[in-house]
T-cell receptor, first 109, second 115 residues
């Protein structure tokens, strides 16, 4: 997906904090999205960053550094229901969206 | 407010048969997307509509895939004839162009199995 890289799989413990990283091609950048996708379900929108810095939304936060082509999704106070795939998506020129392959997060008790 | 509606949810067909998927976007959303998602991969764009116009169909295999969005609301994606490699989840998404974020909202998808 147009050079979007994110780890394939991560495991974390219930109640802990986990950070999912995403790197992307910086040319033609117009915004970075994070989606959550439970197995067999549709992706659901989590966050959007277009300026550098941290956007906090409850237990989830997303960070962006445009100069580094880097974003992360931070999940705090992990719950079992957070076990899902997390998709990083870059909005490019002409409203084209490029999705990463997703990071499968396993939350264990 | 209702979300993006897709039907059918599941479809099993034999290769060389035709198949069609239907999508009803969120009311008022002028942009509609069809994506293909393989297991363990992210969605890949097939076609994007702005109102009735297909503004990006560069990734649509036009020899066997076709799509339409008459009246700029519902859309249909068709495959004829289907091949084994077409087995995947077909996702429809919609957004309202004109908002700063242009956030896409996805339907539940149609899981296609070609035997």
């Amino acid at each position: 997906g147009q050079n979007i890289d994110q780890p394939t799989e991560m495991t974390a413990t219930e109640g802990a904090i986990v950070q999912i990283n995403c790197t992307y091609q910086t040319s033609g950048f117009n915004g970075l999205f994070w989606y959550q996708q439970h197995a067999g379900e549709a992706p659901t929108f989590l966050s959007y960053n277009v300026l550098d810095g941290l956007e906090e939304k409850g237990r989830f936060s997303s960070f962006l550094s445009r100069s580094k082509g880097y974003s992360y999704l931070l999940l705090k106070e992990l719950q079992m229901k957070d076990s899902a795939s997390y998709l990083c998506a870059r909005k490019g020129n002409f409203n084209k969206f490029y999705f990463g392959s997703g990071t499968k997060l396993n939350v264990k008790p | 407010e209702a979300g993006v509606v897709q039907s059918p949810r599941y479809k099993i067909i034999e290769k060389k048969q035709p198949v069609a998927f239907w999508c009803n976007p969120i009311s008022g959303h002028n942009t509609l997307y069809w994506y293909l998602q393989n297991l363990g991969q992210g969605p890949e764009l097939l076609i994007r509509y702005e109102n009735e116009e297909a503004v990006d169909d560069s990734q649509l295999p036009k020899d066997r895939f076709s799509a339409e969005r008459l009246k700029g609301v519902d859309s249909t994606l068709k495959i004829q004839p289907a091949e084994l490699g077409d087995s995947a989840v077909y996702l429809c998404a919609s957004s309202f162009k004109g908002t700063p974020t242009d956030t896409q909202y996805f339907g539940p998808g149609t899981r296609l199995t070609v035997l």
